[in-house]
């Protein structure tokens, strides 16, 4: 039987912390940023954690479950 494979997109977008929670970056933070405040673009920049009803199944993805 082979091994299973995480999925290369959800190991690119996120990172397991310390506490077992996700991180994640915030979207729409790529282009066409003159239209966009700097209050929301410094809001964009920092990141932020995963749902938690969303973690489960990123978790598969990462094969950590």
């Known amino acids: 039987m082979p091994k299973m494979k995480t999925k290369s997109s ?3 977008r ?3 912390t310390g506490s077992g ?3 994640r970056k915030h979207a729409f933070k790529n282009h066409i940023l003159t ?3 700097k209050k929301r ?3 964009l920049t920092h990141s932020g954690l995963v749902h938690e009803s969303d973690s489960q ?3 598969e993805q990462l094969r950590m479950v």
């Open 57 to 59: 199944s990123i978790k």
């Open 21 to 23: 929670k996700i991180k």
């Open 35 to 37: 239209k966009k405040s």
């Open 14 to 16: 996120f990172k397991i």
């Open 41 to 43: 673009k410094l809001r």
């Open 10 to 12: 959800a190991k690119k």
